[in-house]
């Protein structure tokens, strides 16, 4: 039972520290995507558009990770491989659907994302997000 709870705990650690460097490449790569500094919109300005954005890529990014950790079925080196392989696939599918709906957009999509007041545009990028994800987990299941 100790053995266990230390084999648990230790890819529990695993799979913890590998999906937030995961959350983290990917708040990078949505950085370079959308106007100024990501940070100065969240918590300097408090840009709620900028924190929607940013929450439903998180919570994409750990759709992502959930659902590889499932596939992996306890084996750790194989599901720590099924992250970081089906997260990268969906970071760039997220980051190509960015670009896809802002090429939809009149003007610049970061920019209407980004705009001090609520933007319609942040809840359509929301849904892209999480749907992109969704797609990608169910692939790995």
Same mark, same amino acid.
């Given at each position: 039972? *100790? ?7 230790? /890819? $529990?650690? #695993?799979? !913890?520290?590998?999906?937030? #460097?995961?959350? /983290? ?8 995507? &959308? ?14 558009? $900028?924190? *929607? ?6 919570? +994409? *990014?750990?759709? *992502?990770? &959930? ?13 720590? &491989?099924? &992250? %970081?392989?089906?997260?990268?696939? +969906?970071?760039?599918?997220?980051? %190509? ?6 090429? $939809? ?27 992109? !994800?969704?797609?990608? #987990? #169910? /692939?790995?299941?």
């Amino acid at each position: 039972m *100790i053995r266990d709870i230390f084999e648990n705990a230790y /890819a $529990a650690a #695993a799979y !913890s520290a590998v999906g937030v #460097a995961l959350m /983290a490449i990917s708040f990078v790569v949505l950085d370079l995507l &959308t106007p100024g500094k990501l940070r100065q919109h969240l918590w300097a300005e408090r840009n709620s558009n $900028a924190g *929607i954005l940013v929450s439903s890529n998180l919570a +994409g *990014i750990a759709i *992502i990770v &959930t659902a590889a950790i499932v596939a992996s079925e306890g084996r750790l080196v194989e599901g720590l &491989t099924y &992250t %970081v392989v089906y997260t990268v696939i +969906g970071i760039v599918v997220m980051a %190509v659907t960015f670009a896809l709906i802002d090429l $939809a957009t009149p003007g610049r999509l970061g920019e209407l994302l980004l705009h001090p007041e609520r933007h319609p545009a942040v809840w359509v990028q929301c849904v892209a997000h999480v749907g992109v !994800s969704l797609i990608v #987990a #169910a /692939a790995i299941l």
